[in-house]
């Protein structure tokens, strides 16, 4: 895949499981990373940045599994983030070896504040570093990319220094991250502008952001980037990441998408043009946001733009009216073009295995015969207890039993025992890792409470529960319940998420999903790898 230095639309570049990944408590495994790799390139994004290969063994593994699966001639690049260090270059180069169209992502920081506090560093040695160290990165990968770590606090004229020794030492793409969310849209659009005018060789590479939305102008400051010259967008998924997260994906293309007439000129087309300016399939939007939700357990505010509970929600009695009439009167885009479509039965209890695979490929799934089976198997179970069974609750179920979590703890039974007069009271049993079954019960403030302290008993892992949260998939008194929940252990954070029409047995497998994390996390040969280096963000 080749990719012109001044291509006439934006390349997206998606760093939900490298900078998004990062956010806490939304760690995943390698499977899961392959899950969301190959939605990725379902949605048509040009660039996945798949892991920083020399974080931990984890992480080397999640980049060169994608590398080999996903990476192919007709798949997207395949990235891998690397500090300014001849090791993590090397990792990463290595990781990327099987992937058709590898990347490799280098950074070093120039603010003076990281200089100063970070580096240890004077502005000379960070110019040699970076000659050398992107020489370096292309002598083992054509595709080189360059970020200079905070550069939206950084000294123009030395940041313009940096980016002409990076692009003459061989980046084909320079970053410019506003690593911690502070500059506004005139500022960043300026910062760009100003790149293009002073720097001498910069018609030789591609000018990308990347962004963090600590004061919620993440999105506005990309766009203005785009109108002054930058042509590749680094963004998340539900804008996951640091902190307050990354400029979020569907919110950039949509909004490039909506308002192509306004942002045409800044791409040399009339108006009027209708050609697409990203390569994004906006229909597998929802269904990419949904997955990234349940995987990392990240949920998705109703009133979050795009992909919202309420995007498309209407309560207003004059806009009801209005909508009844004409949606172009209080909607600017159609709920169907995100992939959000009707929400119609298609499947019930006497449904076949074919059928129930069928539509799992109409929905956009690619799953192995053995999670086919796993699925199915739930599917029964819901439409034994559903009349009505929707896309929806199938999307619940296979998001559900898809996930890799390593299966150390095993619940095997859970009772409870509740009422206004009475005493909330648990019983549960559990297979541990060794294969012993062991039971216990508890009392507690209600039934999820009693439950939660049942299972503690068992599994004698300390840990403190920081957030429980249900939410309905469709509506109903039959309606699948989804639990996500968010343990804390010394200063780690670990999510877990089930859904089942039983609320309480949801809640219970979600705790033993994060458990599970946990115990993992504790364990050297577990799929999950707990001992990561300190993750930086670009």
């Not at 490039?256 to 791409?267: C, D, G, S, T």
């Not at 009695?317 to 073009?337: C, F, R």
């Not at 033993?512 to 115990?519: H, K, M, P």
Request: charge should be negative; aromatic fraction near 6%.
């Amino acid at each position: 895949m080749t990719i012109q230095p001044h291509p006439d639309r934006v390349i997206i570049f998606d760093t939900t499981l490298r900078d998004g990944e990062q956010c806490p408590g939304a760690t995943l495994n390698v499977d899961e990373k392959l899950v969301i790799a190959r939605q990725l390139a379902r949605l048509g994004v040009d660039v996945i940045e798949a892991g920083f290969a020399i974080a931990s063994s984890g992480d080397f593994e999640a980049v060169q599994r994608i590398a080999e699966t996903v990476g192919t001639e007709n798949g997207p690049i395949i990235c891998s983030l690397a500090r300014s260090v001849k090791a993590d270059i090397e990792a990463a180069a290595k990781a990327l070896k099987p992937a058709a169209h590898p990347r490799i992502h280098t950074f070093i920081a120039t603010s003076d504040i990281h200089l100063k506090y970070k580096l240890k560093k004077t502005r000379q040695e960070v110019l040699d570093i970076t000659s050398e160290m992107v020489a370096y990165a292309k002598s083992l990968c054509q595709d080189i990319e360059f970020s200079p770590e905070d550069a939206g606090r950084s000294d123009p004229e030395f940041l313009y220094q940096v980016l002409e020794r990076a692009i003459a030492a061989g980046a084909t793409t320079v970053n410019i991250p506003d690593t911690v969310g502070y500059t506004t849209p005139s500022e960043f659009g300026g910062l760009i502008r100003g790149i293009k005018e002073n720097v001498p060789n910069i018609d030789q590479a591609i000018i990308s952001v990347h962004g963090h939305n600590d004061l919620g102008l993440a999105v506005a400051n990309f766009l203005e980037a785009v109108k002054n010259g930058a042509r590749q967008l680094e963004c998340t998924i539900n804008g996951i990441g640091e902190r307050a997260g990354n400029a979020a994906l569907e919110e950039l293309v949509m909004a490039l998408h909506v308002r192509r007439q306004f942002f045409n000129p800044f791409f040399g087309r009339p108006a009027d043009s209708e050609a697409p300016i990203t390569n994004i399939n906006t229909r597998e939007i929802y269904k990419t946001s949904r997955l990234v939700s349940n995987l990392t357990g990240m949920l998705v505010q109703p009133n979050k733009a795009i992909v919202g509970a309420n995007a498309f929600a209407h309560e207003s009695g004059i806009h009801q009216d209005g909508v009844l009439k004409n949606k172009l009167t209080y909607e600017i885009m159609d709920a169907q073009s995100i992939g959000l479509n009707d929400n119609l039965i298609v499947l019930g209890k006497h449904s076949g295995r074919h059928a129930f695979q069928n539509r799992l490929q109409e929905l956009g799934f690619d799953l192995s015969d053995d999670e086919i089976n796993k699925a199915f198997v739930r599917f029964k179970d819901v439409a034994d207890k559903k009349k009505e069974v929707t896309n929806w609750d199938i999307e619940a179920i296979v998001n559900d039993e898809i996930q890799q979590t390593p299966e150390l703890f095993r619940l095997e039974l859970v009772q409870v025992s509740c009422g206004n007069n009475a005493r909330p009271t648990a019983t549960v049993t559990l297979r541990t890792p060794q294969g012993q079954e062991l039971t216990d019960a508890a009392t507690g403030t209600g039934p999820v409470d009693a439950v939660y302290k049942a299972i503690n008993r068992v599994v004698n892992v300390p840990n403190e529960l920081i957030e429980f949260s249900v939410q309905s998939v469709t509506a109903g008194i039959d309606a699948i319940g989804e639990v996500t929940i968010r343990l804390r252990y010394q200063g780690r954070v670990f999510s877990g998420h089930a859904a089942n029409t039983d609320i309480i047995v949801a809640s219970a497998q979600a705790y033993i999903n994060a458990l599970n994390r946990l115990q993992s996390s504790l364990e050297p040969n577990a799929n999950q790898v707990g001992d990561r280096q300190s993750v930086v963000s670009v």
